[in-house]
């Protein structure tokens, strides 16, 4: 079945470093990708997404690449701030599905010290 | 931004006691999920609710689950008779069902089963 795999955690990194969460999958035809992000104490909320092949999501300085050669979706950030720390969840929605049930990695806690 | 709400934050209950989870979806929302998060695992599916019913279901969402949108506002997960494998944090998300749109999160209501 589908799956996503993301990097270990939980990742520390000081204010300003640049960061790379990593992220394959295992999917049948072109699913849809997503990182999502949880904030302390609250819900996961959609951080970025790419719908197809070479789709670069982008939000708030982050971006990752829809890779199909590779299946990856890593997610970058040229230089983090201390208000990034948060759980990061890579996440798929298989390809041609109306509901969305989406597969996720098992997260990754991100902390920026200052 | 509209938000899916969740109660109650916290519930501890009995092993073989009924336990039912609350949530109010945003408003003109049609699709309705419940995804729950055992500690240290992956965050996965359990089951979607589309026009008063199962649209699909994990295989984790056995006879011991129910769900329900008793009126207008609200969709509750109900688990009949607790296991203490069911000890994880439940998180209900609803959005309108189109294609590749994000889920809206709660932010969960952690289940201690003792």
């Known amino acids: 079945g589908d799956s996503v795999t993301q990097m270990e955690g939980p990742v520390t990194l000081s204010e300003e470093a640049f960061l790379t969460i990593n992220c394959t999958y295992t999917a049948t035809g072109y699913p849809s990708l997503f990182w999502y992000v949880q904030y302390p104490g609250e819900g996961l909320q959609l951080l970025l997404k790419?719908?197809?092949?070479?789709d670069k999501g982008s939000n708030k300085g982050f971006e990752a690449t829809y890779r199909k050669e590779t299946t990856s979706f890593h997610l970058e950030k040229g230089s983090v701030q201390v208000s990034d720390s948060a759980v990061y969840f890579c996440?798929?929605?298989?390809?041609?599905?109306?509901?969305?049930?989406?597969?996720f990695g098992q997260g990754t806690r991100l902390t920026i010290n200052p | 931004e509209p938000e899916v709400t969740q109660t109650p934050s916290h519930q501890v209950t009995q092993m073989g006691q009924e336990v039912i989870l609350r949530c109010v979806p945003i408003?003109?929302?049609?699709?309705f999920y419940w995804y729950r998060q055992i500690l240290g695992q992956k965050v996965e599916f359990l089951v979607s609710?589309?026009?008063?019913?199962?649209?699909?279901k994990s295989e984790i969402f056995d006879d011991q689950f129910s769900v329900e949108r008793p009126d207008g506002s609200n969709f509750t997960l109900k688990i009949r008779s607790t296991k203490l494998e069911d000890s994880a944090m439940y998180f209900c998300?609803?959005?309108?069902?189109?294609?590749?749109?994000?889920?809206?999160f709660g932010s969960g209501t952690q289940l201690s089963v003792l």
């Open positions: 408003s003109n929302h049609l699709y």
């Open positions: 996440a798929l929605s298989p390809a041609n599905q109306g509901a969305q049930k989406l597969v």
């Open positions: 998300a609803s959005n309108r069902g189109m294609t590749n749109e994000k889920l809206f």
């Open positions: 609710f589309y026009n008063n019913e199962i649209s699909e």
């Open positions: 790419a719908t197809k092949a070479d």
